[in-house]
């Protein structure tokens, strides 16, 4: 049997909503948007995650910002495990613009894949660092909020925040 990688959790509550910073020794590995139970996370993550705010310092401290509406984008390490394709998808969030949105179609001209907009919107499901990757900045080609795995409230939050809109 093989050791499987101790992670550290922190929780951020804003707006009602309890996230979850996931990290390794490596950075932050995953951001769970639900509030998700550490015993929860480690059945899902596969490892044994532990209460730690210590690894999870500047994270904490980057999400506070972007949450004050203080930050655009996130410095600390981070890494993620997917597939290839998963990981271009990925790559081409990380370049929408703070504040600007795109489509799933969009995304998938990007990377070289135009007829691949069903499978882009599956590896955008697949995110395992929402807010860092920013998919709450990819919409239906229609224009419309289409899904996001901290629901569409917070995804309609998110982009008011980035767009000024936010009362804080």
């Not at 999870?56 to 980057?62: D, P, R, T």
């Not at 599956?122 to 929402?130: C, E, F, K, Q």
């Not at 239906?140 to 289409?146: C, Q, S």
């Amino acid at each position: 049997m093989t050791m499987k990688e101790r992670l550290y959790a922190s929780m951020i509550c804003w707006e009602g909503w309890q996230f979850v910073a996931v990290s390794s020794r490596k950075g932050v590995c995953y951001i769970d948007l639900c509030g998700t139970p550490l015993a929860e996370l480690s059945r899902e993550l596969h490892s044994t995650v532990v209460p730690d705010d210590y690894h999870n310092v500047s994270i904490l401290q980057e999400l506070r910002e972007y949450l004050a509406g203080q930050r655009r984008s996130f410095e600390s390490p981070f890494y993620t495990q997917g597939t290839p394709f998963q990981r271009s998808v990925w790559g081409a969030v990380l370049e929408i613009p703070y504040g600007e949105t795109c489509s799933y179609g969009d995304i998938a001209a990007a990377i070289g894949r135009p007829l691949a907009a069903r499978a882009v919107g599956g590896a955008v499901s697949a995110n395992p660092l929402p807010i860092i990757i920013p998919c709450h900045r990819v919409i239906g080609k229609n224009g419309k909020l289409v899904g996001f795995g901290g629901g569409l409230a917070l995804k309609e939050r998110l982009l008011a925040l980035e767009q000024g809109s936010l009362d804080l």
